[in-house]
């Protein structure tokens, strides 16, 4: 569906997803190796703008891999040929995203005085599957469709109400009812209600981390603009040292810390 390409030959693709590599709680979710394209999927269900560096980490495992298998010399003076990267993340969180999006490596880069061109880069083509975009790569693929009509079931039972154990019971028996995913919620019917329940609680978790750090960052910027209103005060003579540290909640000492 991505390359508007079909093929039959199964022997033709190489799996190559890392079952042993573990990096922030996840595993490498696909990875496949056809004709001289490697390819790296990844699924996110929360915007994640570090794809570009834990692509980056699994794209040298499987080309270590790669050059181990097929007997590559590093060391040759020849060049030695490598599949090319193709590395897409299919995003169906609840934040609002354009159709698609590309994150790149050199993005996280610091600020530096080095002007030249950076040694590395990883580019991570993100593109949103939730229901009613990308339509045309969604009704390419039936079964990618499939599963972001699923989940939207699961986000529209939510908003009426129900405990997300009960919407995603209910989407599943609506999604068979309707031949959606119908055989593999049949067959894996307790593995998908896990799966989705831990996505949620991540979505959650992390949601409530960002409130908390906002919550954090406004009542540290609270506190700044209160120390400066009260040494601003203090310096025009209209409070005495003693009135400003008694207002901010502290010593005379410690607030004289703050005129340094």
Same mark, same amino acid.
């Given at each position: 569906a991505l390359n508007h390409s079909s093929y039959t030959n199964e022997e033709d693709?190489?799996?190559? &997803?890392?079952?042993?590599?573990?990096?922030?709680?996840m595993k490498n979710d696909v990875s496949f190796l056809f004709?001289? &394209?490697?390819?790296?999927?990844?699924?996110?269900?929360?915007?994640?703008?570090?794809?570009p560096i834990r692509g980056l980490f699994y794209m040298a495992r499987i080309y270590q891999n790669y050059i181990k298998k097929h007997g590559l010399n590093l060391y040759s003076t020849r060049q030695i040929p490598l599949p090319v990267p193709v590395y897409v993340v299919f995003y169906n969180g609840q934040s609002e995203e354009s159709e698609y999006r590309e994150l790149n490596l050199s993005d996280s880069f610091m600020k530096?005085?080095?002007a030249?061109?950076?040694?590395?880069?990883?580019?991570?083509?993100?593109?949103?599957?939730?229901?009613?975009?990308?339509?045309?790569?969604?009704?390419?693929c039936k079964v990618l469709w499939e599963y972001s009509y699923f989940i939207n079931e699961v986000r529209e039972n939510q908003k009426q109400g129900l405990a997300?154990?009960?919407?995603?019971?209910?989407?599943?028996k609506s999604c068979i009812e309707k031949d959606i995913l119908k055989e593999f919620l049949e067959q894996?019917?307790?593995?998908?209600?896990?799966?989705?329940?831990?996505?949620?609680?991540?979505e959650k978790y992390e949601e409530d981390l960002r409130r908390e750090s906002w919550?954090?960052?406004?009542?540290?910027?609270?506190?700044?603009?209160?120390?400066?209103?009260?040494?601003?005060?203090?310096?025009?003579?209209?409070? &005495?040292?003693?009135q400003a540290a008694e207002e901010y909640g502290t010593t005379a000492e410690e607030f004289q810390k703050f005129l340094l």
């Open positions: 693709l190489e799996i190559t &997803t890392l079952e042993d590599v573990i990096y922030v709680g004709s001289s &394209t490697l390819n790296l999927y990844e699924h996110q269900s929360t915007l994640n703008p570090n794809m530096s005085a080095f030249g061109q950076a040694a590395l880069e990883c580019r991570a083509l993100m593109l949103n599957i939730n229901l009613g975009h990308n339509q045309e790569l969604l009704k390419s997300i154990e009960t919407a995603v019971r209910e989407a599943q894996n019917s307790a593995e998908v209600s896990d799966v989705i329940l831990e996505e949620f609680d991540q919550e954090d960052g406004k009542i540290a910027g609270m506190a700044f603009e209160k120390k400066e209103l009260l040494v601003n005060l203090y310096r025009k003579h209209l409070l &005495t040292l003693e």
